[in-house]
């Protein structure tokens, strides 16, 4: 077993699937599949999820919408994501607990890290909504607090593309893709795997990095399993 506890991040936008907005049935049943499988073999997983498929704060800016504000209702939307996943979860007869960074139970328990850790020690899968519960940070920062917090052997930054490459592969066919990368050369060459506080929360607490295509059905098992798929980022 690579990595024994992990934090995966997905974005919201994977979750509206095709559409491109809402919540997408077929996007919520892969991902539960995947992440049962996981489960199953006894790894502990937590997961956060952001909320851009339902709404991005910084989309109120200009809208009548003050950056604080909008960066609240980002916050709910990352909590009905974890809502809608933890679902799916149950579906396929997998426990998950949704834990929230801003307290509003009974929709889920108020997150700390001794609740998250020993949810996942008995066996739960874990999901952090409500992002840090401050605004002007994203749920990149988020994902990259909690695996710190937590205790996480890595980071899973599961994106629509396999890797990290010299430039956007969607836009510049020849681009060139990382196997691995350090944390410094990331860095030097400009390259956006993560908003710049959550790089350098996990730089500066070695917190290994690893993107990956999520789309991809069977990546989440190769990756923790140490395959070489998507890139690694580590010091």
Excluded: W
Excluded at 31 to 56: D, K, M, P, S, T
Excluded at 100 to 109: A, D, L, Q, R
């Amino acid at each position: 077993m690579k990595y024994k506890r992990v934090l995966l991040k997905l974005s919201g936008e994977s979750l509206a699937g095709e559409a491109g907005t809402g919540l997408s049935s077929d996007v919520l049943r892969s991902y539960a599949l995947q992440i049962r499988e996981l489960a199953e073999a006894g790894f502990e997983v937590a997961i956060v999820i952001g909320g851009g498929n339902i709404f991005r704060g910084i989309q109120g800016l200009g809208k009548g919408v003050d950056r604080v504000k909008g960066d609240q209702m980002g916050m709910l939307a990352t909590v009905i994501n974890s809502l809608a996943l933890q679902s799916a979860l149950a579906s396929e007869g997998v426990r998950a607990k949704v834990l929230t960074s801003i307290c509003m139970e009974p929709i889920g328990e108020y997150y700390s890290k001794d609740k998250a850790v020993d949810y996942l020690q008995r066996g739960y899968v874990v999901i952090i909504g409500g992002g840090t519960s401050n605004p002007y940070f994203t749920t990149d920062s988020a994902a990259a607090l909690r695996a710190v917090e937590i205790e996480a052997n890595v980071l899973l930054k599961g994106t629509r593309v396999d890797g990290v490459y010299d430039a956007d592969p969607e836009k510049h066919s020849e681009a060139v893709k990382f196997d691995t990368i350090t944390f410094s050369e990331a860095y030097n060459r400009g390259l956006k795997i993560m908003d710049l506080t959550a790089f350098t929360l996990c730089r500066e607490n070695g917190m290994p990095v690893i993107v990956f295509n999520m789309d991809t059905p069977g990546n989440l098992r190769k990756v923790v399993r140490g395959e070489t798929v998507g890139t690694l980022v580590s010091e």
